[in-house]
């Protein structure tokens, strides 16, 4: 019976993980960044009032990070992380370009110049933020999304990393990378290959289908080993 219950078990929970996989890639796809995209070519303020546009970057990698000036807690986090690792990369700061860009509109050049002193940002790096809808434009094409409670805002932690030519090339989640990390991510948006990240959606999907059949082994196991003690429980007939 139980052997019976196992072989009907183990192909329900094959087609569940393969269904979980889709449906997690089909989220993912919907709100994460897109290798290979162009992003929005926005224009944007710095803090002296001076209006660029994102294709001054063009020709070289861009380290792209999301921020809003009045976080105090996730935002600071973020960039202290970011001076760390790279004060630990081997890149060459002359080879690459750091945008800190805003996503809240109401961030003045005069806020943005404050920002820049309190959180002792390089000089080297820009900082920018835009019109309500060239910030939409922007989050929108590097897969970002923020919600607002009042003037607060809920953001994911990611560092965006753009090619030469403003195309995402490679994107880190959270906070707990190195400078190693940050080298990787630069020479992968200068062009180097990356294999990895270019088939992360199937890798995901072999480890979940190797977590499940891992999992129905153990299950078949512990049933087998639960038998098997239970028939040596039974005293033998006289």
Not at 36 to 57: C, I, K, N
Not at 71 to 93: F, I, W
């Amino acid at each position: 019976m139980r052997t019976l219950f196992a072989r009907r078990l183990l192909p329900a929970l094959i087609a569940t993980s393969l269904v979980s996989t889709s449906l997690h890639a089909g989220l993912v796809e919907n709100v994460a960044p897109q290798l290979g995209r162009a992003v929005a070519p926005v224009s944007w303020v710095d803090g002296s009032g001076r209006a660029h546009r994102l294709s001054e970057f063009t020709g070289y990698p861009v380290i792209l990070l999301p921020v809003y000036t009045r976080c105090r807690t996730a935002c600071v986090t973020n960039l202290s992380r970011l001076k760390g690792a790279l004060a630990e990369a081997a890149a060459d700061p002359t080879q690459f370009r750091v945008l800190l860009f805003s996503f809240d509109p109401t961030d003045t050049p005069e806020v943005l110049a404050s920002y820049r002193a309190r959180e002792s940002v390089p000089l080297s790096w820009s900082i920018g933020s835009a019109a309500k809808p060239e910030v939409a434009a922007l989050l929108d094409s590097i897969g970002y999304q923020v919600g607002q409670a009042g003037k607060e805002f809920t953001h994911p932690n990611m560092l965006v990393f753009l090619d030469g030519n403003m195309r995402i090339a490679k994107w880190i989640y959270g906070n707990d990378y190195s400078g190693r990390d940050i080298d990787v991510a630069l020479r992968v948006a200068a062009g180097e290959s990356d294999w990895v990240g270019r088939h992360s959606d199937v890798l995901y999907a072999l480890l979940l289908f190797g977590l499940t059949l891992s999992a129905v082994a153990l299950s078949f196991y512990v049933m087998r080993l639960g038998a098997t003690r239970r028939s040596l429980a039974v005293p033998p007939a006289i």
